[in-house]
């Protein structure tokens, strides 16, 4: 062939330039990854086991540990195990030791008795006695008949007042006084108990009583302590003024009625004084 012109020169080499810039065969993404090398492998693996260390020590110890309220304890607080308890645990008291030199207890000189008044009562026993004497005192302890009495004032050290106790038959009888710390005193035949004669009525009044009851006075004799006016039955709340006066009020009753009076004394002893009084509605 004879020789190109110099447009057939441009011309050919356009084609070739062409036919070198066309594609070729290309392998796939996945053959085409690059394998890691030694040093990346390095790199990666210690990535991961930091990273998996970080997760086992966050579970087994957070890096914050808290108590639940959002307070991080001190570190240097040492907790110790054991029953939790709401209350704070004290130390028991220190015992207060016992004075060593106690006060000595009270004494007082022997009694000494001048006169007992009254002298004589009743079996039944409740009689109010006076002793009238030196040192006595509150803490005496005075027994009638051998028997204990009731202590039941005193103006000391000159005087003092108890109540006789029972006894089961009539009698004379000693009367002693026990001073704390001091020797027994004793009274001969100081008094003497009698047996309880039945309460006499002599006289009621007034004898005629309002509707709507009133005061009445009951005379007669063997009035004691404990004796009581008892009227249709109904028990009164009775004044002893003496032994041988009685007071009480008396309930309503109906216009004309007659009634009697009763009086018994704590034995059952009884005397009874019939008609005594009339309810009047003038009254």
Do not use: W
């Amino acid at each position: 062939m004879g020789a190109m012109s110099g447009d057939e020169e441009e011309l050919a080499d356009a084609s070739g330039e062409e036919s070198s810039s066309e594609p070729q065969d290309v392998e796939p993404m996945e053959a085409q990854e690059a394998e890691p090398t030694e040093a990346q492998e390095g790199e990666e693996g210690e990535e991961g086991e930091e990273g998996e260390e970080g997760e086992e020590g966050e579970e087994a110890e957070p890096s914050h540990p808290e108590d639940g309220l959002g307070v991080v304890p001190p570190e240097d607080v040492s907790v110790e195990e054991g029953p939790i308890s709401n209350f704070p645990i004290e130390p028991p008291p220190e015992s207060v030791p016992r004075p060593v030199n106690l006060p000595p207890p009270t004494t007082f000189p022997a009694a000494v008795i001048h006169d007992v008044e009254p002298s004589r009562g009743p079996t039944i026993g409740g009689t109010k006695v006076v002793l009238r004497g030196k040192h006595l005192h509150r803490e005496s302890i005075v027994r009638i008949g051998g028997s204990l009495a009731t202590t039941i004032g005193a103006r000391e050290p000159e005087e003092l007042r108890v109540s006789t106790p029972p006894r089961p038959g009539p009698g004379v009888v000693d009367l002693s006084v026990q001073n704390p710390g001091s020797d027994l005193t004793v009274l001969e035949k100081a008094f003497t108990y009698e047996t309880l004669p039945a309460p006499q009525i002599t006289s009621v009044a007034p004898n005629h009583i309002g509707t709507k009851g009133g005061d009445i006075t009951v005379v007669g004799d063997c009035f004691i302590e404990g004796t009581v006016i008892v009227v249709e039955g109904q028990e009164l709340e009775t004044q002893l003024i003496d032994g041988q006066n009685l007071e009480a009020k008396v309930p309503g009753g109906t216009h004309g009625r007659m009634v009697d009076v009763m009086v018994r004394n704590p034995d059952g002893k009884t005397d009874v004084e019939p008609r005594a009084f009339v309810y009047d509605e003038r009254y």
